[in-house]
């Protein structure tokens, strides 16, 4: 049944919805039992009822020609019509206020910048593996998206863009190698400097993109593996803009982190869940920190944050600004406690129904 379960997902919704529910399976998330035990006939009805009144709407799932299925959370958010966009409207409306006060809070910071010898750096990669970095610093393993991502590379499930065999083999070795290190860091039986966990950082956030995207893209740092390759030739190929950016966030992280840190582990929870966040594709949050849910923006145009992205919805609390290299002067933007007041009358939902501590 399981097989059949994931053909369907599959051929109806794409590899990266079959990612994510071998996860959540793998996690222990569900329970496998015969169905004519835990039969369901008013949720079957409800399947058949919903697939007909889309069917008969001539509706297929797309907004503007895009399948929401295939996009996360924010870029759900920047079509209007989409289901997500609607939702928000319809019972967070006051939102514009929350947007107000981050857009005049970094007002007065400093214009982001682009690495003058790289063309195209890999934004997406970079602000991934600053969250990871961040999660380091906190005690916690890089998550389950990383994980799934090497445990995917390493199976025989088909994967858009994915090498031989051969080189599949090396890159799930590497993959290993790489949690094996981090696990050996968390439990203080190595130490490791600055440089090598941002590069370590850099490699996971290439794995952790399979489990988002169901694909190694073309321009992955996975691409250009052989047979051969190993963890130190990833670490070796980590561009300097990347561990610098990701250096010198942790450099701004430093003071305001330092209470988080001193925090016992039952307060320190990385990548918070809530409910209905397998609705929207295993959406989640970054930090939830002695009560407080903290979340870090990468962004390439932070003065856009709010107008066409997810700022009011889940990067709530604390925003930090990065990108490469030459003369900043950014600094992370906590929104003041009196602010946040604002999002409890909105509704935003309680933070009680988030799970797993850093440890």
Request: positive net charge.
């Amino acid at each position: 049944m399981i097989t059949e379960v994931v053909y369907l997902l599959a051929i109806r919704l794409g590899v990266p919805a079959e990612l994510r529910f071998l996860g959540d399976l793998a996690s222990g998330a569900f329970d496998v039992t015969r169905a004519r035990h835990h039969l369901d006939p008013a949720g079957i009805t409800w399947i058949d009822n919903y697939e007909k009144a889309i069917a008969d709407a001539a509706e297929d799932g797309t907004v503007a020609g895009r399948s929401m299925i295939d996009l996360n959370l924010t870029l759900q958010l920047r079509y209007p019509n989409s289901p997500m966009s609607q939702f928000m409207a319809l019972y967070l409306p006051n939102s514009a206020a929350l947007v107000q006060d981050y857009l005049e809070q970094i007002a007065g910071l400093a214009l982001p910048v682009q690495p003058i010898d790289v063309k195209y750096p890999d934004w997406s990669a970079l602000g991934h593996a600053i969250d990871l970095r961040l999660r380091l610093s906190l005690g916690s393993p890089l998550g389950a998206p990383v994980s799934i991502g090497v445990d995917a590379i390493g199976g025989r499930m088909p994967l858009r863009g994915a090498p031989p065999p051969s080189i599949r083999g090396a890159l799930h070795r590497v993959g290993q190698a790489l949690l094996s290190t981090v696990d050996a860091y968390l439990g203080r039986a190595i130490g490791l400097d600055e440089d090598v966990l941002c590069r370590l950082c850099f490699v996971a956030a290439y794995y952790e993109d399979i489990y988002r995207t169901g694909e190694i893209r073309r321009y992955s740092m996975l691409a250009d593996a052989t047979p051969a390759t190993t963890l130190d030739d990833f670490m070796a190929a980590v561009p300097g803009y990347a561990t610098e950016d990701i250096g010198r966030q942790m450099d701004l992280a430093a003071k305001p982190f330092a209470p988080f840190r001193r925090l016992p582990v039952e307060a320190r929870i990385c990548g918070p869940t809530f409910q209905g966040s397998q609705d929207i594709g295993g959406a989640d949050a970054d930090f939830i920190l002695g009560g407080l849910l903290l979340d870090c923006k990468a962004a390439i145009q932070p003065r856009r944050l709010g107008r066409n992205e997810d700022l009011p919805t889940r990067r709530l609390l604390a925003t930090g600004l990065r990108r490469p290299v030459q003369n900043r002067s950014r600094r992370p933007v906590p929104i003041p406690a009196r602010r946040t007041r604002r999002l409890e009358r909105a509704g935003f939902p309680a933070l009680s129904r988030c799970h797993q501590p850093c440890k």
